[in-house]
Every structure is written in structure tokens, then in C-alpha cells.
């Protein structure tokens, strides 16, 4: 299992106990024209917007070829830099109506590349743009990488610190591929809905809650953005006979480890992964220590163990037997 397909079961299941999110719109109309009036803008103001669209019928390709650019940049006014967006709304409009006939799902129906290249070719309409509107308008499973996305990926040593947009796209698609699911381009909406979800409640830009995020079992070793490393151990100084005197207490013996009970289902390295975590919560790094292995297969493994209910993540990148 790829590392970002185990990221995607880890937040699928934080996020089970909450509602479904319908992230954008199921007219596709309504999706082509937000994906425009939010660039530079907000999804609060792009809403109000297509608020006014719908009140006034306008949601159709042919209605809104066929307003003047006047009448378009009033209707647009709150997203701000109205009159060049009016006119994008107008070349993307035309130019899709022209290849479409209105049949949005013929014009879906071609090859994604075609499509991408289509409508790159349009003044003002970018990379972010045209995925968003092959995602969401026409369901083709490609990804839009967001600030969301590229943060997050970055920040987790998933994607090279220097990775353009199409660098971590290529990424996903090679790990994410959305044929292992019967959803298809749903696959690839609901991993940027997680990503948005985890990056607005815990990855914030300057100040992360990585202790509290889902996804901190997957964290480089010594975190991100200021949060230190857990301390390595003090060496022990000799003791000298005043020392003794003064702060020598009582020696308790080292409690044996926990003798190992084969759980179905594991493997052999997920079995020594297990027999390590005992009932009181131990950080990762120990598990790393005990268990002897690569730090980024102790973190994998870990989350494997969770989704087959054997240990749980606590406070302070510590995990326990469940």
C-alpha cells in the first residue's frame, strides 16, 4: 500500500464520523463559472456570486455567452478584478460552448489531455483552473494540487522540497490511482477534501498542530516548521559520594517486556511492530528504538495497525494497544 493511499484510509476514517461534504456544485456549470471567480478571490465571495446566477436563471452556457461584458462584471463585482474575469468568463464560455455544442459530457468525454491543453490555451485560465475544472465539471480523475495539498505533502517529506505543481500531480497520480476504487474521479475529490479539511484544522501555514493532527504519525523524524525533535537522553554523569547523598533514590527494576501474542492477520513485521506498543502509551520513537527499523517503515507499519484496530494514535505522537 503506497504511502498516500494509506494517508487517504487514515483521514477516511477520521473524518467517517462527520457528514458528507459536498465540495463543489453538481451542475457542472456552476462549477466551470466558480472555478474562474474564485482565482484571488474566496469561495465566501465566489458564493455570493453564483447565488446571483442562480436567482436570475443564468446558469447556462448560451445565457452567459450572451451577456454584455458590462452586465457580466456587475454580476461578478464581489470577487474583485471583475472586468478581466468577465472577459475570461466570456473566451471560456465561447470556447466551450463552440467544442461542446452544450453537450458538456460529450465534451468530457475526450482525452483528458486534450481537454487540459484546450483550456490552458485560454488567457487566464492556469493549471489550477483547468484541473478544477476537469475534476469537478467533468469528473476526469485528474488533481488538482492546491496550497492545501502541496503543504501538506512537502511538510510530511512525501513530496522533494523544491516540487512544482505538476511534479506532486504526477505523484499523486502514480500513488492514487483511481481505478482501485469504483468511484473513479471521486477518489481524487475526496483525498483534496480531506487535504483542505486537515489543512484548515490542523496545517496551518506558520502555526501546525501536528501533536493533534491525524496525520502526524507520517511526519520526517523531528517534525516541521519549529516543533523539536523529542530530546535525545542526558548522558549519566558519575556519581560522586555528596551526589549520592543527596539525590539517590531508591532503584526500581526494569519492567520485562510484554511477552509477544500472535495477532491473525499480521505480518511479520506489523507482529514486532505490535508486541513493541503496550497498553500505556508509548511515543514513536521508542517503538523506533525497541523494534530497531528504518523510522519511515515503523510509521507506515504503525498506520497499518491502526486501520486493522490494533493501536490507536494519542496526544503527543504517542500510540497504544487498542
Request: one cysteine or more; a neutral charge; hydrophobic letters at 40%.
Amino acid at each position: 500500500m503506497s504511502i498516500l493511499r494509506q494517508i487517504f484510509e487514515t483521514l477516511r476514517e477520521y473524518y467517517a464520523a462527520e457528514p458528507d461534504h459536498q465540495w463543489w456544485s453538481d451542475n457542472p456549470i456552476e462549477v466551470i463559472l466558480g472555478a474562474v471567480l474564485v482565482q484571488a478571490s474566496t469561495f465566501r465571495n465566489a458564493g455570493k456570486v453564483l447565488n446571483r446566477f442562480r436567482e436570475k436563471e443564468l446558469l447556462d452556457l448560451q445565457k452567459i455567452v450572451l451577456l454584455s461584458d458590462e452586465e457580466l462584471a456587475s454580476l461578478i463585482r464581489p470577487v474583485g478584478f471583475q472586468m478581466k474575469k468577465a472577459a475570461r468568463i466570456k473566451a471560456l464560455f465561447q470556447f466551450i460552448l463552440e467544442h461542446s455544442g452544450s453537450d458538456l459530457d460529450r465534451y468530457f468525454a475526450r482525452d483528458a489531455d486534450l481537454i487540459r491543453r484546450e483550456l490552458l490555451s485560454i488567457s487566464g485560465i492556469g493549471d489550477v483552473t483547468a484541473d478544477n475544472i476537469l475534476l469537478y465539471a467533468g469528473q476526469v480523475p485528474v488533481y488538482m494540487v492546491d496550497t492545501f495539498t502541496r503543504r501538506i505533502l512537502l511538510r510530511h517529506g512525501i513530496a522533494a522540497p523544491h516540487a512544482n505543481e505538476t511534479q506532486i500531480q504526477e505523484l499523486i497520480h502514480r500513488e492514487l490511482t483511481p481505478d482501485e476504487e469504483p468511484y473513479g474521479a471521486k477518489l481524487f475529490q475526496k483525498m483534496q477534501e480531506f487535504l483542505v479539511r486537515l489543512g484548515r484544522n490542523f496545517c496551518d501555514k506558520s502555526r501546525p498542530d501536528c501533536l493533534h493532527c491525524p496525520l502526524c504519525i507520517y511526519l520526517p523524524e523531528g517534525g516541521v516548521l519549529g516543533i523539536p525533535p523529542k530530546p535525545l537522553p542526558r548522558e549519566p554523569q558519575p556519581m560522586t559520594p555528596q551526589s549520592v547523598t543527596e539525590t539517590a533514590v531508591p532503584q526500581v527494576p526494569p519492567v520485562p517486556p510484554p511477552k509477544s501474542v500472535e495477532i491473525p492477520g499480521l505480518n511479520e513485521t506489523e507482529q514486532k511492530i505490535a508486541d513493541a506498543v503496550g497498553g500505556e502509551p508509548v511515543p514513536i520513537d521508542d517503538v523506533v528504538v525497541k523494534v530497531q527499523l528504518p523510522v519511515h517503515i515503523v510509521r507506515a507499519t504503525i498506520a497499518v495497525l491502526q486501520m486493522k484496530k490494533v493501536v490507536c494514535q494519542v496526544a503527543g505522537n504517542q500510540v497504544r494497544r487498542v
